[in-house]
């Protein structure tokens, strides 16, 4: 940890920039054998879609760092070139490692309050949803391998399947493809 605190450039204004502009982060422990399991996600704060994300068993800074580098590999032609990535002001995000990595992609690096969960909400909602509606499946991990494969299937649905009332009754994905088109899914009514 440093004391590089960046300063908080949207100021809860989420939806504010459009797709690709804002990116929020953040890290949640999931109980596992009277331990912990680590997740590290980055969201679209416009789509909601997430981008990247990376289950760890270790809480060193390099999962971060892999989310951070995954999101841009795959995504690198869409991020608009004065994008945010937005984060709450823990050890992983104020490392001069995950600053250097922010910096060399091109990203603005910006920060919630200290110890302000509002700043960084939709973020904590995501997360909230994710363990609510893998509460029963969680009961019954018995590796890691089985919370990585129930992670894996709940990003799908989630990303792809789980129509959400803010986007027009669409998914995340159809919605980043309805903005950036022009065209209305044709899937089923809801």
């Known amino acids: 940890k440093t004391n590089a605190v960046a300063d908080n450039q949207l100021r809860r204004q989420f939806k504010a920039f459009g797709p690709r502009k804002v990116f929020l982060t953040d890290i949640t422990y999931i109980p596992f054998h009277k331990e912990f399991v680590y997740l590290s996600v980055i969201?679209?704060?416009?789509?909601?879609q997430v981008m990247s994300y990376v289950l760890s068993?270790?809480?060193e800074v390099d999962f971060v760092l892999l989310t951070v580098q995954q999101m841009y590999d795959k995504y690198a032609d869409t991020i608009?070139?004065?994008a945010i990535i937005h984060s709450d002001q823990g050890c992983h995000y104020t490392s001069t490692s995950f600053r250097e990595l922010v910096k060399d992609l091109g990203l603005i690096q910006s920060m919630s309050r200290r110890g302000n969960?509002?700043?960084?909400a939709p973020h904590e909602s995501f997360f909230g949803h994710m363990k609510d509606e893998l509460n029963i499946k969680a009961r019954k991990w018995k590796t890691f391998e089985e919370?990585?494969?129930?992670?894996?299937?709940w990003?799908?649905?989630y990303n792809n399947d789980r129509y959400k009332t803010g986007l027009g009754k669409l998914s995340p994905n159809e919605f980043?493809?309805?903005?950036?088109t022009g065209e209305y899914p044709t899937t089923m009514l809801r």
Do not use: P, R
């Open 147 to 153: 919370i990585q494969a129930d992670i894996d299937d």
């Open 117 to 120: 969960c509002w700043d960084n």
């Open 57 to 59: 068993n270790s809480l």
């Open 43 to 48: 969201i679209d704060a416009y789509t909601e």
């Open 80 to 82: 608009d070139a004065t």
């Open 155 to 157: 990003m799908d649905y």
């Open 176 to 180: 980043y493809k309805y903005i950036t």
